[in-house]
């Protein structure tokens, strides 16, 4: 019951503690990008962890794309696009700092702010091997890179749950996604074998997917959004030609 009620009131505080650092707060977001995982799976997941509303807006065709970049919006014509509070961000990195604090998940001091920038870091290099397997590279080597990141990741949550401790933050969000990537491309089962000799990585799994509307934009939300690989593939590959 504890659980549940932190859970409904996780989105209240965060909101509560980015007011009263006094930093700008986003209660919606429109992010336009493919229906797929790609760049951008991270930027959603913030918001879904911040209780915050995401409304996803499809590049469906090269048509699509093409009239997104006649708009001028896309700054190096490239997504994805976030809408925000009046602001118009081109870049994965930083949409995901900017969303971070808006809704609450980044940290207020330097050095943790460090310690976040390399987790989130690293977890991009973690995550696009497996994300290029879609276009001709290797998945099994893609996972196989993974396995230098469980032992520092482990050591960073020793005084738990979270990165930073008590406090979750983009930090979480990012380690969450590359393991989301892996259940995608490789199935529940083989992330469970991962992160057997890992406790503390498998509890933050659990306990990142509880934070907000987590749960229900994996679970419900998501699966509605995203095309099997293989058409996600063909729309990219149209969409750059």
Known sequence: ??????????????????????????????????????????????????????ENRVISSAADYKALKATGKLTYNQVPLVEVNGLEIVQTHAAAIYLSKAFGLYPKNMEQ??????????????????IMSLFGGNL???????????????????PGPFILG???????????????????????QKLDALLAPYPK?????????????????IKTERPKLYLPHGQYVQVCAAAFK
């Open 1 to 54: 019951k504890i659980g549940i009620a932190l859970n409904l009131i996780y989105p209240f505080l965060i909101a509560m503690g980015a007011q009263c650092a006094g930093e700008t707060k986003a209660e919606s977001v429109v992010l336009t990008y493919f229906a797929g995982r790609g760049r951008v799976e991270v930027l959603r997941c913030i918001v879904a962890a911040g209780g915050g509303k995401l």
């Open 140 to 158: 099994d080597e893609g996972l196989k890179g993974l396995e230098r990141y469980f032992g520092p990741w482990e050591k960073m949550l020793a």
């Open 113 to 130: 702010e460090a310690l976040v920038q390399q987790v989130y870091n690293a977890c991009q290099d973690a995550r696009m091997p497996m």
């Open 166 to 188: 008590q406090e979750a933050s983009l930090a979480d969000l990012a380690i969450f996604e590359v393991w989301d990537t892996v259940v995608e491309f490789s199935g529940q």
């Open 201 to 217: 990585l498998r509890q933050h799994y659990s306990d990142v997917l509880k934070l907000g509307k987590l749960t229900e934009w």
